[in-house]
């Protein structure tokens, strides 16, 4: 499955240059954008920003939501999320009552499946239309999300991922993954072995030792992003693990011209599934991600895994960016 439309590769950055979440200049891709091309004045007021895995604007990861994006191009659509600037925008499409179709545009490229976008735009149509069950079809498949109000009065939504998987990766992979991190094997966790999760897209999962080492994380943009493009990741799935109810999370995004993702709700139900794939986990169980903090944007990601089927669900609150 390829997750992404291919683009050339962005300048080298790490996440010690600038702030992590705002996109490089978007590149020429198999998506043209034409040098004059702008976004009107219409297009922009179709789009609505929100934060996904916090409720408070200033936590969470970013994301515009398009409630009705019939009659965009894909073109029209890229061109939008490039505007917007956020690491995804996600473009709903209605099928029927409570029932969409769903496309996401980081500003570089197409994703199959984004967790903190769906979040956002499950909590706009909740808005809109009430709570309860939503159904998004997606290219990753089709994602459940089931929204409601919370003991505070805000609003949070679970989604449903498509069922996980987890594969080995090849020794010579991981070596230069550890290389443009700068880590070294003796930085991993032994009780949390490297492996290739799967929620919606391909993430690496790769475990720190020490709390430390995660908070210091600087790595090679390019190297990083030329790998992750060959080997079809979508983020890095880097984690800490505080206790077995509690885990803290980094994810680079370089295929999507981001140096961090603040809230990663993809990677968090690969990672979900990891931890049952591998016998780490009894299921039922459930425990909380805690991503964004060493970046300044706080976000919690409320993970469940099920004891009799492999699909992982992620539950996050939402609030509008003024």
Same mark, same amino acid.
């Given at each position: +499955?390829? #997750? &992404? ?26 998506? $043209? ?40 191009? @894909?073109?029209? +659509?890229?061109?939008?999320?490039? #505007? ?83 594969? @080995? ?11 443009? &991190? ?9 009780? &949390? ?26 790595? @090679? ?6 790998? +992750? ?31 961090? #993702? ?31 903090? #060493? +970046? ?25 960016? $003024?």
């Amino acid at each position: +499955m390829s #997750d &992404l439309v291919p683009t050339s590769a962005p300048r080298n950055r790490t996440s010690g240059d600038r702030d992590a979440t705002q996109p490089q200049e978007t590149a020429k891709r198999e998506i $043209q954008l034409d040098a004059t091309t702008t976004v009107d004045r219409g297009e922009a007021e179709r789009v609505q920003r929100l934060v996904g895995f916090s409720s408070d604007p200033n936590g969470g990861n970013p994301a515009g939501v398009v409630l009705d994006a019939v009659g965009l191009s @894909d073109a029209d +659509m890229l061109r939008i999320a490039a #505007d917007v600037g956020y690491s995804e925008t996600a473009f709903v499409f209605p099928r029927g009552e409570r029932e969409h179709d769903i496309r996401f545009f980081s500003p570089k490229a197409e994703v199959s499946f984004c967790g903190h976008a769906t979040i956002a735009t499950a909590v706009a149509l909740a808005e809109r239309d009430g709570t309860g069950r939503i159904d998004l079809h997606t290219r990753a498949g089709l994602i459940t999300v089931d929204t409601q109000v919370d003991g505070s009065g805000r609003p949070t939504a679970t989604l449903t991922s498509v069922p996980t998987s987890v594969r @080995d990766v090849e020794p010579a992979i991981l070596d230069e993954a550890l290389a443009a &991190l700068g880590w070294s094997g003796d930085d991993l966790d032994p009780d &949390l072995p490297p492996r290739i999760a799967f929620g919606g897209n391909d993430h690496l999962v790769l475990a720190v030792s020490t709390r430390e080492k995660l908070a210091a994380l600087s790595y @090679d943009f390019d190297r990083l992003g030329k790998l +992750m493009a060959d080997q079809d990741w979508t983020t890095l799935q880097l984690v800490w693990r505080e206790s077995p109810e509690l885990f803290h999370a980094r994810d680079p995004f370089p295929p999507g011209g981001v140096v961090e #993702d603040a809230a990663t709700g993809a990677a968090a139900a690969a990672f979900g599934g990891y931890l049952k794939h591998l016998g780490l986990v009894t299921p039922p169980t459930a425990f909380r991600i805690h991503q964004g903090f #060493d +970046m300044g944007r706080p976000s919690i990601l409320d993970v469940e895994v099920a004891a009799d089927h492999d699909r992982i669900r992620v539950t996050g609150t939402a609030a509008r960016i $003024q």
